[in-house]
């Protein structure tokens, strides 16, 4: 079965420096990875996903994650973290061949100014 | 307009009750979705249908009964509620294809048994 790991409950960084969410997929086959983000009280909003071609895929609010096959790793990062991006993060990985995805188990950001 | 709209976004009630919670969605997707969040955070798949087919039934106690009337709707109804089931639950939808995969939250239902 396809699964993702999220080895931090929380991840802590100052304004304005860079963040890594970090997350590591086990997959049987081709990965389709996703990231998702979830504020106080909402729903899960979609960030990015890979699902072929460039390892660094660009997504919403600046984010970024970088696709890494040797490593088996699909990290989250931004250049530049605003206390505004302080929320809870997903990573996801589709299971084959069903229509769903499977999550990790979230990482909590928090930036402080 | 909301695009995955659910009521009620809240739910006391008391252990035994029957409960029910309404998802419709404008997307014009094909699929839609039931997750259940504890309070952990953890996110957890409970139903799928695609199309008012029933595609995914995760293991999930029998007191779960989802509903899909037409593709723009999946309720989900809940017998003898129980304590465990004191959770948010989260509907969601998504367009058929290989290459899709995102999937379009609403904004919760807390429930929360006595």
């Known amino acids: 079965a396809q699964s993702v790991a999220q080895p931090e409950d929380q991840v802590n960084v100052a304004e304005g420096n860079p963040l890594t969410v970090k997350c590591t997929y086990s997959v049987s086959g081709n990965p389709y990875l996703f990231w998702y983000v979830q504020y106080p009280n909402r729903g899960l909003q979609f960030l990015l996903k890979y699902i072929t071609g460039d390892n660094l895929v660009k997504g919403s609010y600046g984010f970024e994650a970088e696709f890494n096959k040797s490593q088996t790793s699909f990290h989250l990062k931004k250049p530049s973290a605003l206390v505004s991006d302080s929320a809870l993060y997903f990573c996801a990985v589709r299971d084959t061949g069903f229509q769903k995805l499977v999550f990790g188990t979230g990482t909590r950001l928090l930036v402080s100014p | 307009d909301t695009a995955v709209s659910q009521t009620p976004k809240y739910l006391v009630t008391q252990m035994g009750n029957d409960k029910s919670i309404k998802c419709e969605q404008n997307l014009g997707h094909d699929t839609m979705y039931w997750y259940k969040q504890d309070s952990k955070k953890f996110l957890k798949i409970m139903f799928s249908?695609?199309?008012?087919?029933?595609?995914i039934n995760e293991t999930v106690p029998n007191r779960f009964s989802p509903k899909s009337p037409d593709k723009a709707h999946l309720n989900l109804h809940i017998n003898s509620l129980e304590l465990g089931d004191s959770a948010v639950y989260f509907c969601?939808?998504?367009?058929?294809?290989?290459?899709?995969?995102?999937?379009?939250f609403g904004e919760g239902s807390r429930l929360t048994v006595l």
């Open positions: 249908y695609n199309n008012k087919e029933l595609i």
């Open positions: 969601a939808s998504s367009r058929e294809g290989r290459n899709t995969g995102e999937l379009f």
